[in-house]
């Protein structure tokens, strides 16, 4: 069973790195491969909870994967083992896998703007929100 404490953990180190993740890789992930993720979100059926989570760890890998830097990978996949278990259930609250949805869409949008402040921005909003809902579960 998760706890309280490791929600707020595990959200507390995502609300500090992947901000800055999306700041750095703002403008290095090639815009063809954005739109696909944005038409993958926007595609999703609001029961589609596996296949949320599958487009969603595509896109975090993708963003991970452009920084280059094994240390960050090997922490971010660490912590995403944890986050895995949190996600499952988070999704599956009524309304989350839309809001989720349209999270993602205005962080792609932003990065597609090549906007890397305000996809910063967006990403922060969205861990907010999730580690909100989290705590709803």
Request: aromatic fraction near 8%; charged fraction near 30%; hydrophobic fraction near 45%.
């Amino acid at each position: 069973d998760i706890t309280a404490k490791a929600i707020h953990e595990i959200y507390q180190l995502r609300e500090i790195i992947e901000p800055q993740l999306i700041r750095m890789v703002t403008g290095e992930i090639p815009e063809e491969l954005l739109r696909e993720f944005r038409a993958a979100f926007l595609a999703l059926q609001p029961d589609e909870y596996d296949a949320l989570a599958k487009i969603d760890n595509e896109f975090h890998l993708v963003v991970i994967d452009r920084i280059g830097n094994a240390y960050l990978k090997q922490l971010m996949d660490n912590m995403y083992v944890q986050n895995e278990r949190i996600r499952f259930q988070l999704t599956r609250l009524p309304k989350r896998l839309q809001e989720t949805v349209a999270e993602h869409v205005g962080i792609i949008d932003f990065m597609l703007a090549n906007d890397s402040e305000a996809a910063a921005g967006a990403m922060l909003e969205h861990l907010i929100n999730s580690r909100k809902a989290a705590f709803r579960i």
